[in-house]
C-alpha cells in the first residue's frame, strides 16, 4: 500500500499540521480523528487495514488530517469564544489547504467524501454540510452533531455556523439547500450499545428529514459500542456502497 507523509505550516492555524495519504489512486476520503487525536489514529487502530481493500485496488485514496480538538472543544482552559475560533480557522485550513492539496492530486474537479468517528464524526459532517459544493458527502459514526454542550452556553457567529444543528435548522436559501436535497452520499450510523447515544443521530436524522435532505440512518445493534472495533466494521461496508464493492 503506497503511503505519502506531509507536514507544512498551516498559516490558518499557526501550527505546523502533518497529513497522511495512503493509496495510489481512487475516490477521495477526508479522514478527521476521534477526540484529540492525530492524523495517524486511524492507522494506529487498524481502520486503514480495515479498509486496504479499497485502497490497494485504486477505489479510494484516503488522507487522515490531525485534529485541533485540543485546542478548541476539548480545551478546558480555553474561553468558548476561542474555542469555536479554532473551529472556524480549522475549518478555513481544510477548505484553503487540505483541499487544494487533495484536487491537485485528485484532480480539480474531486469532490471528497468525509468520515469520522466520535467527535470526528461531527467534524466530518459540518465539513460537508457547509461546504456540499465542494464534498460529495459524509459517514458519519457514532457521533454528535451539537457543539453546544462544549461551550458552556456561549452563542455568537462562529457557534452558529459550525454547529449544524443550528445552521441546518434554518437553512432555506436557493443555493446550499437545493444541492444538499440532492446528496446521494449522507450517512449517519450509530450503535446502541455501551457509550454510544443513537438518539443524538436520529435527532438529527430528524433535523436532515425536515430539510428534505436524503441520507441514511444506520442504528447498529444494542451490542454496537462506541469503540474502534465496530468502526472498523462500519467504514468498509459504506465504502462498498460508495465505492463498488459488493
Same mark, same amino acid.
Given at each position: 500500500m503506497r503511503r505519502d507523509t506531509t507536514s507544512w505550516f498551516s498559516h490558518n492555524l499557526g501550527m505546523d499540521m502533518p497529513l497522511v495519504a495512503y493509496g495510489h489512486a481512487g475516490y477521495p476520503l477526508l479522514m478527521f480523528p476521534t477526540a484529540a487525536a492525530d492524523y495517524l489514529e486511524y492507522?494506529?487502530?487498524y481502520l !486503514?487495514?480495515?479498509i486496504k481493500y479499497f485502497i490497494e485496488n485504486g477505489l479510494i485514496r484516503a $488522507?487522515? !488530517?490531525n485534529s485541533v480538538n485540543k485546542y478548541s472543544l476539548l480545551n478546558r482552559e480555553s474561553h468558548p469564544a476561542w474555542k469555536v475560533e479554532m473551529l472556524s480557522r480549522y475549518?478555513? $485550513?481544510i477548505m484553503e489547504e487540505? *483541499?487544494? *492539496? !487533495?484536487r491537485n492530486e485528485c484532480?480539480?474537479?474531486a469532490k471528497p467524501l468525509t468520515t469520522g468517528a466520535s467527535l470526528g464524526a461531527l467534524l466530518a459532517?459540518?465539513?460537508y454540510f457547509k461546504h456540499s459544493d465542494n464534498f460529495r458527502g459524509t459517514i458519519a459514526m457514532s457521533g454528535s452533531y451539537d457543539i453546544y454542550n462544549y461551550l458552556e452556553k456561549y452563542y455568537d457567529d462562529n457557534v452558529y455556523f459550525n454547529n449544524p444543528a443550528m445552521y441546518l435548522k434554518n437553512l432555506n436559501d436557493d443555493y446550499h439547500l437545493p444541492r444538499l436535497r440532492k446528496a446521494d452520499a449522507i450517512v449517519i450510523a450509530t450503535g446502541q450499545g455501551a457509550y454510544e447515544a443513537p438518539d443524538r443521530s436520529r435527532e438529527f436524522s430528524a433535523l436532515l428529514h425536515s430539510k428534505g435532505i436524503p441520507h441514511w *440512518?444506520? !442504528?447498529?445493534g444494542h451490542d454496537v459500542a462506541h469503540d474502534w472495533v465496530w468502526w472498523r466494521k462500519m467504514l468498509p461496508y459504506y465504502l462498498g456502497k460508495f465505492a463498488g464493492q459488493k
Open positions: 492507522e494506529r487502530f !486503514i487495514d480495515a $488522507y487522515s !488530517i475549518d478555513k $485550513y487540505v *483541499l487544494p *492539496l !487533495i484532480g480539480q474537479d459532517a459540518n465539513t *440512518l444506520d !442504528i447498529w
